[in-house]
């Protein structure tokens, strides 16, 4: 299939919007750059946050006013500037997030609309009745949008399950489209202490906490173990708080431009997500050659399909399973460095842009039937349920 360039396309222009202007930044920023390289103007709409000012620098910023969570204030105001962005003239609207989802596609367009889902609120580690709900508001809204994106496999067999396929264009992307290029495989240098890494938005959810709590349990033990938690948000003061605790243990970095040093300084990436969808960091870990022990989740379960990637803990898992995990992985060799490395090539740039060049083709064209299109599946890890 040839590629659509925007000349072909009288009004090109693409909204782009999500609940925070992070998601938009890190979720999908190899997405936008293509859409540029093809001639496409892209507008993002988000919550104001710390990345605003940077999407502004790219393309027009749209504040809106709609928050994670459901109150019905934040649903109602969010709702009406939605609905206000999405009857202006667009070429194609993209939509990042649950709640921004729902909106859009119940609100009067006059375009194409793409739900690229990092993570579907229905899964298998939810309970049965939040499973029940949330796939009930899916499957009501997927036909009212003209393609449904997943970034990971669970989430595309569970739509498959639910017949979603039957109402929209399901699409199986392979990941966001990480710049495996910046993230080498990097020998570790054997060295005391042991170093480990979390990267992460602080919340509840990514769980940082649990990583102060594993270096102070295992320096207890009488191991040398220091850590380095980078990120910010909602826990930034309780995770200050451990690092005023353990100074000579634990380092806290807000904010960073150069990633790919960090996973190069570390030994071992922790990464305790209750949810995730196909989590970079992992990705970005694995290719540096750097083991992850991590909390079981449909993102970490497809990336550490193998011993020599790392560990995977259960939800329950005590204090005392992450530092023996831990202290299972410390050390590689030069052999594990690049088994690793060349396990996540599937999921780079390249074919990325690909398989998202394929999807917004077979959209814009007005070829969104419905249908299942996964094309890692053409390369051999199973049959394609079709559409392609």
């Known amino acids: 299939m040839t590629t659509r360039p925007a000349a072909g396309i009288k009004n090109p222009r693409v909204l782009a919007i999500a609940t925070v202007g992070q998601s938009l930044r890190f979720q999908a920023p190899d997405a936008w750059d293509l859409l540029a390289r093809r001639g496409f103007d892209v507008t993002y709409a988000a919550a104001p946050d710390q990345w605003s000012p940077e999407l502004a620098l790219q393309g027009a910023f749209e504040p809106i006013r709609v928050g994670r969570d459901a109150r019905l204030s934040s649903l109602v105001s969010g709702s009406r500037d939605v609905r ?81 396929h039957r109402r929209t264009l399901l699409w199986h992307l392979p990941g966001a489209g990480v710049d495996l290029d910046r993230f080498p495989a990097t020998p570790r240098r054997p060295a005391r202490p042991l170093h480990l890494l979390f990267v992460g938005e602080l919340n509840e959810n990514k769980a940082p906490l649990l990583v102060a709590d594993l270096v102070h349990h295992l320096g207890a033990l009488g191991h040398d173990v220091v850590a380095t938690i980078v990120g910010d948000g909602p826990l930034r003061d309780a995770v200050s708080a ?16 150069s990633p790919a040093r960090l996973f190069q300084e570390c030994d071992i990436v922790v990464a305790p997500s209750a949810r ?113």
């Not at 451990?242 to 806290?252: E, F, I, T, Y």
């Open 84 to 164: 206000r962005l999405a009857a202006q003239h667009w070429a194609l609207i993209q939509v990042q997030s649950p709640i921004v989802a729902a909106l859009a596609r119940t609100s009067p367009r006059n375009c194409p609309l793409i739900y690229v889902a990092h993570g579907f609120h229905f899964h298998r580690d939810g309970g049965r009745i939040r499973n029940l709900l949330y796939g009930a508001v899916e499957w009501a809204l997927a036909g009212r949008g003209d393609a449904l994106a997943v970034v990971c496999r669970e989430d595309f067999d569970a739509a498959i399950t639910l017949g979603l």
């Open 242 to 257: 451990r690092v005023n605790a353990l100074p000579k243990q634990l380092r806290w970095v807000p904010h960073t431009s």
């Open 276 to 388: 995730e969808g196909l989590p970079r960091t992992v990705i970005e870990a694995i290719s540096t050659g750097r083991p992850v022990v991590a909390r079981s989740n449909r993102g970490t379960r497809e990336l550490l399909t193998d011993p020599v990637h790392g560990r995977l803990l259960s939800a329950t898992a005590p204090l005392e399973h992450w530092a023996d995990a831990v202290l299972d992985v410390a050390g590689s060799s030069a052999r594990q460095v690049e088994a690793r490395h060349a396990s996540v090539q599937r999921f780079g740039k390249d074919p990325f842009a690909l398989s998202y060049g394929q999807l917004i083709d077979r959209v814009l064209t007005g070829d969104g039937r419905p249908g299942a299109v996964d094309l890692l599946d053409q390369r051999g890890s199973k049959p394609n349920v079709g559409g392609a």
